[in-house]
C-alpha cells in the first residue's frame, strides 16, 4: 500500500476509518487500509489479480485512469508506483463512496468521479499514458462503444482483463455469448447472482475487439486470471490533462 499516511494515524482517525468501514454494507475488493485495518471484500486483488494483471513496476511521471475502479485497490498502487496523477472512474454511487474511505485512509491523491465509461472522452478527462480497464467489459451492454471511449483517452498502453468463454475447436473465431439475465458470481459458492454480466467474449474476440476501435501492438499478458491483454495507442502521445481554457464541459 502507500506510504505511512501524513495524516496523524492516531487513535481517533483508526477509529474512525474503522467505522467508515463497517459502516459499508458491501465491499468488494479487499484491502490493507493500514494496521489491523482490512476492508472485508470478497475479492483479493493483491493475490488473485496484482501478480498477473502486467502493471509496470514503476510508472513515475504517468497520467493513469483505473475506469471501473471499485473500492480503488489498482488506484491506490499505481500511485504507490510512483505515478504522478491517478483518475479513477465508476459507475456506482457507492463505489466512489467507498473510494473515498480507502482515500482518506491512505492519505492517498487518486481521485475518483462518479462517472459511465460511455462518458470518457479527452475534452473532460485529458489523455493518459497508461489505461487500466479491469473487470468491466462484460459488464457492459455495448462493450464496443466502451472500448472505443477508452481508446479516445489513451495516449499510450491499455491493460485490459476480461472474464472469457471460450467454444472449445472455435478457439480462432472471435466469438462471445450473451447473457441476457446474467451469470452466477459472487464469492465462491455465495449462490449469488449477477445480472449486470451481458458478454463474455473469448480471447479471439476480446483481441479482435480491442484491434478494431484502434490499438495497435497487442499482447496477452496472461490467460490465468481471466484474459489480460496489453495495447498501445497507434499514436503514442505523453499523457495530458483537459484543456480547460477551451471550456469542455460548454
Ligand atoms: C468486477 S468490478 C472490477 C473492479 C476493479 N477494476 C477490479 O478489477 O478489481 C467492475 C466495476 O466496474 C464498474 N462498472 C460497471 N459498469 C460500468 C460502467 N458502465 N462505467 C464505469 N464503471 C462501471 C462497477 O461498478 C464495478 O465497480
Redesign the pocket.
Known sequence: MLEKPQVPWDGSFVDWVRSQVAGEGYW??RMDLGPGLTTPGW?D?QAE?LPY?GLPERMQGMRVL??????G??SFEAERRGAKEVIA????PD?IRRFGICRSALAARATAYL?????LGPKAFGTFDLV?????LY??RNPLL?LERVFSVCAGTLLL?TATHEVAGAEQVPLARFHPSGIESGPPGSGLFDP?VFWLPNAECARAMTSHVGFEAIETVTSEAGLVLRAQSPRPAQGRPPDESKAPWS
Open positions: 468488494f475488493q475479492s486483488p489479480k494483471f483505473d475506469v471501473g475502479c471499485a473500492e485497490f489498482f472512474i465508476d459507475v456506482l463505489s462517472c459511465n465509461v460511455y462518458d487500466f480497464f479491469f473487470g468491466v459488464h457492459l466502451a482483463q449486470t
